[in-house]
């Protein structure tokens, strides 16, 4: 037992983990874990790509006041491009996972598939729409995720990143081949890797 926490709590230490950014072209792909209390129930949550903006916002200062435990993780552009996106993925779960201040019994892993992780898991397809501790590591993972590409937005003006989050809408693919790629662009994703080749 940790923390204090009396037997019949351990006994729900089920961590949800989720990941946002895999199909953008540019930035890290980021994930969260969360235990959620059961002592202390978060209404609403859900899918965070459901929610808008302001109710992500509200949610995620919630989720870290009230869960047993959170980890927000990351891997970045060049861990993508040197082990692939899936690959680079699993590595931020697994960080999220072990990043946890109380060891979880069970986690549950959006998806089809789980990282190598120390504690049992299971996939649960769609499991942001179903199970709370996962909607509620989408949500951090999102929100997390979306305040850092406002920032890089600063950073690298002209590409809109803000607005898109790095994924390949026609304003990012028009202005990467007008600026080409950043330092935060994934060299091993097909629109960036032509960008690059253009300019050889």
Not at 116 to 129: E, H, I, N, T, Y
Request: proline share 7%; hydrophobic share 45%; glycine share 8%.
């Amino acid at each position: 037992m940790q923390l204090g926490l009396d037997f019949t709590l351990v006994e729900e230490l089920v961590a949800g983990v989720d990941e946002v950014g895999r199909g953008p072209l540019c930035g890290p792909v980021v994930t969260a874990a969360v235990i959620l209390d059961p002592a202390r129930p978060i209404l609403g949550l859900n899918d965070s790509k459901k929610l808008s903006e302001a109710r992500r916002e509200k949610l995620f200062d919630e989720i870290r006041e009230k869960a047993l435990a959170w980890c927000i993780a990351r891997a970045e552009v060049e861990e993508i491009d040197q082990l692939n996106i899936l690959h680079a993925t699993m590595l931020a779960m697994q960080r999220a996972v072990e990043g946890l201040s109380v060891t979880p019994r069970l986690a549950l892993i959006d998806g089809n598939r789980c990282p190598k992780l120390a504690v049992p898991s299971a996939p649960v397809v769609k499991g942001d729409s179903q199970v709370p501790a996962i909607a509620a590591a989408s949500i951090l993972a999102k929100v997390s995720r979306d305040r850092e590409m406002a920032e890089l937005d600063d950073l690298y003006p002209g590409y809109g990143m803000a607005g898109h989050k790095g994924y390949p809408t026609p304003i990012h693919l028009e202005a990467l081949r007008r600026l080409g790629a950043t330092p935060i662009h994934r060299r091993s994703f097909a629109p960036v890797r032509q960008v690059l080749e253009d300019r050889e």
